[in-house]
């Protein structure tokens, strides 16, 4: 494994890859489906939307003590 230095970006958002779902057509979706999104998507309150990435992010920074920090750069 190899050491990530600080200030380095390990994700980046990119529209043609990953999904921005509103928070009202999450609402719609069945239960079970919500749930997947409510559980691995990112939501940002600003915006009112889930963003959910697809390239295993959902992996990434899940400690009570992260080492990651989202700048919130769109």
């Known amino acids: ?12 958002y990119d529209p043609m890859f990953d999904i921005e779902l509103s928070a ?25 939307i889930f963003r959910l990435g697809n390239d295993a992010d959902i992996f990434m920074n899940h400690s009570d003590g992260p080492t990651l920090i989202d700048l919130g750069v769109r």
């Open 1 to 12: 494994m190899e050491a990530v230095t600080a200030g380095t970006v390990v994700w980046r």
């Open 24 to 48: 009202s057509t999450v609402e719609s979706f069945p239960s079970d489906v919500a749930g997947v999104v409510y559980h691995h998507a990112e939501y940002l309150p600003d915006h009112q």
